[in-house]
């Protein structure tokens, strides 16, 4: 009997520190709620999508080029994706577009904020289905 309330008790511990693993508060989640309200905006996100844009236009164009990402296998994927007009190259209005729908994706009550609760449910799903499931890029 003490040894199985032993091994339930350690199963107990094992579930609660799973659980306590999966926050929203993860870095992208904090990175991204600039203003700390506990919540992430559309103007948050687009705020990051296009600091991202600047780092992968290498050559400041303003168009990111299929050769800027030709040495990231995922982000070769999303470039084509993403290319809403297959013209090989990315305008931020194509990249932000993208954002939009990842945002919209996430927002589950459509209240234009993203949740730690929105989140962590978003992360869960990108672990069981994989990114490519549950994002628009």
Do not use: C
């Amino acid at each position: 009997m003490k040894s199985l309330l032993v091994g339930l008790f350690a199963g107990l511990l094992l579930a609660i520190s799973a659980i306590a693993e999966e926050k929203p508060a993860d870095s992208w989640f904090v990175a991204l709620d600039n203003n700390r309200d506990g919540g992430i905006s559309l103007r948050e996100l687009q705020a990051m999508r296009y600091e991202r844009f600047l780092v992968i236009d290498v050559n400041g164009d303003g168009e990111i080029s299929a050769a800027e990402v030709a040495a990231s296998p995922s982000w070769t994927a999303r470039f084509q994706r993403m290319d809403t007009n297959a013209d090989g190259r990315l305008t931020l209005i194509e990249f932000e577009a993208t954002g939009r729908g990842r945002f919209e994706i996430i927002d589950i009550d459509g209240d234009g904020r993203i949740t730690p609760h929105e989140a962590l449910n978003f992360q869960r799903k990108v672990r069981k289905y994989g990114p490519e499931t549950t994002t628009t890029g």
